[in-house]
């Protein structure tokens, strides 16, 4: 929905305005909600309906802040203006956290129950001023804005008018594009899950599963590699812009993943809290690798047609997180259950069972290194990558039209053989008889 906004309809700076509004306006009402004993179900029915309404505006917001920020960049800083989105994201996270917790040292067990749960809700009234503020300031997308007004030829007229028909729609009208969307799905999956995995489900393994440590410490540990995943995020963000291509980083990084997980898993059996930091640290290091030249590698795989950027970066991110990143909890949990009941099962104390949370990020890695290096078609180079990329779709795109024509004609002269109509006339002589 915010794709065919942001491209079709009234650009990037205001789909990300109408965003702010979708998501302020549910926390408020949730805020505000009656209990179950004022209005009974109906209460909790209306708190569901409010909860989708934020998670389609964040769907909207992150793909938003990618493409207007990177779009309004030059060649030499996209990388680090993606990468301050990441960490404005993580940031958030980290806000979100010490908000709660504020309100859960402050107030009783009781005055939580009671009222205090409604406090972080109400707490975006004081964001969202500032939040229109700086977005209704903020200059349009140049891509966008000359991409629209262009009419030099005929050819561009029709591409840059609002067409009748949805974005989505041309999206999926091309090979290419297809091809294009499947590839950053299957690179984001690594990164999806792996942010899912350690920043919300490894506490959850530590306290809860495990009972190395309780809660509230886990808690707190989670809260310090979150810190410092940020500011990997935005030096791996400025490296990115250093290299030549920039999928040469996210190559390095998803390695790195691979490796690092299940390390990760095997470090935790150290029984030091030194050794349960820098096992979270070294995997937040690769992932802050991918993570952070990943919002500007996005944007780019779409910048040939700025009408189109929205939407792409849209789907494919958000499609992406929600099958691997939004399952990554229940799969995690399922997979620990099975390496107990495989540890249960063996007379001996086996490590390799621990392992297989670890192990299953490290297939989702191999998975966006196959689609990285082979599915995505054309490499991204920081300086020239725009040029490149356009003239990648118009060859694929011409590629796709002559084969399709090709099978065309060998359409209609095999009709034409079948049904005996013209030149390919045939009358059917039975053999003679011997």
């Known amino acids: 929905m915010f794709g065919e906004i942001g491209d079709r309809l009234v650009g990037r700076k205001h789909a990300l305005i109408f965003s702010i509004l979708l998501i302020t306006v549910p926390s408020i009402l949730m805020g505000c909600l009656p209990g179950y004993n004022s209005w009974g179900f109906i209460s909790p029915v209306i708190l569901v309906l409010l909860r989708m309404m934020q998670g389609l505006s964040v769907g909207g917001q992150l793909a938003g802040s990618y493409v207007l920020s ?3 960049s030059s060649s030499k800083t996209r990388g680090f203006r993606g990468s301050v989105c990441d960490a404005s994201s993580v940031g958030g996270f980290l806000l979100a956290s010490a908000v709660t917790t504020t309100v859960r040292s402050t107030l009783t067990e009781e005055q939580v129950d009671a009222w205090g749960w409604r406090v972080p809700f109400l707490f975006s009234l004081l964001l969202a001023p500032a939040l229109y503020f700086i977005v209704s ?36 009208s ?75 980083l996210l190559r390095i990084g998803l390695p790195g993943i691979i490796v690092a997980c299940p390390t990760m898993f095997g470090m935790f059996e150290c029984e030091s809290w030194v050794g349960y930091m820098l096992a979270q640290l070294q995997m937040g290091f690769c992932l802050a690798l991918v993570q952070g030249p990943l919002a500007a590698w996005e944007v780019e795989l779409w ?30 949990t399922f997979l620990y259950y099975r390496a107990v009941d495989i540890e249960k099962s063996s007379d001996a104390d086996l490590l390799w069972p621990r392992l297989i949370p670890g192990l299953y990020i490290s297939l989702l890695g191999c998975i966006s290194f196959y689609c990285i290096s082979n599915v995505v078609r054309h490499p991204h180079d920081v300086r020239i990558g725009g040029s490149q990329l356009k003239r990648a779709v118009e060859r694929e795109n011409k590629k796709f039209k002559l084969a399709k024509d090709k099978k065309k004609k060998r359409r209609e002269l095999e009709k034409n053989l ?17």
């Open 418 to 434: 079948q049904s005996g109509d013209g030149l390919f006339k045939q009358e059917y002589q039975p053999p003679a008889a011997s």
């Open 70 to 72: 990177i779009e309004q």
């Open 174 to 248: 091309s090979p290419f594009r297809r091809r294009q969307l499947a590839g950053c799905i299957g690179t984001l999956c690594a990164t999806s899950s792996s942010f899912y995995m350690l920043f919300l489900w490894t506490p959850v393994y530590l306290s809860e599963l495990r009972g190395i440590m309780k809660q509230k410490e886990a808690d707190l540990l989670n809260f310090f590699v979150v810190g410092i995943y940020i500011m990997f995020v935005l030096f791996a963000g400025w490296l990115s812009d250093k290299f030549p291509h920039r999928m040469d």
């Open 137 to 172: 300031n903020a200059e349009e997308s140049k891509f966008w804005s000359e991409r629209a007004e262009q009419k030099e030829t005929e050819e561009l007229i029709r591409e840059n008018e609002k067409s009748d028909r949805p974005a989505v729609v041309d999206l999926f």
């Open 303 to 332: 910048m040939a047609d700025p009408t189109l950027s929205f939407t792409g970066v849209a789907i494919g991110h958000n499609v992406a997180s929600t099958i691997f990143g939004g399952t990554m909890p229940l799969v995690a």
